[in-house]
């Protein structure tokens, strides 16, 4: 059974910083992408950053230069480093993985930027 288990959400105010993390299980590193997406109130869901399997790593435009995304495999985790955060980077993020054509998502971390 895959599990994306998401945490290191929270408050922070404008201009500060946050790492998710996304605690992977049951499924390979080999051959699987991972992303970040995130859900805010009465917007739909955007891409925030992916990776793929060969560890090509692509952005949204409104996040670029701010986050990054990686991975350990050493610790099945998969990270979003922000930085610079602003009040339009609220939402809850969700850890995304995918395999073929088949679609892994998390429970979601809620990340809140204040003035």
């Known amino acids: 059974q895959v599990q994306l288990v998401e945490s290191g959400g929270g408050l922070v105010q404008a201009g500060g910083s946050l790492r998710l993390s996304c605690a992977v299980s049951?499924?390979?590193?080999?051959?699987?992408?991972f992303g970040w997406y995130r859900q805010a109130p009465g917007k739909q869901r955007e891409l925030v950053a992916v990776?793929?399997?060969?560890?090509?790593?692509n952005y949204a435009d409104s996040v670029k230069g701010r986050f990054t995304i990686s991975r350990d495999n050493s610790k099945n985790t998969v990270y979003l480093q922000m930085n610079s955060l602003k009040p339009d980077d609220t939402a809850v993020y969700l850890c995304?993985?995918?395999?073929?054509?088949?679609?892994?998502w998390g429970q979601g971390t809620q990340v809140t930027v204040s003035l």
């Open positions: 995304w993985a995918y395999r073929g054509l088949t679609n892994y």
């Open positions: 049951g499924i390979t590193s080999t051959g699987t992408g």
């Open positions: 990776r793929n399997s060969d560890g090509f790593t």
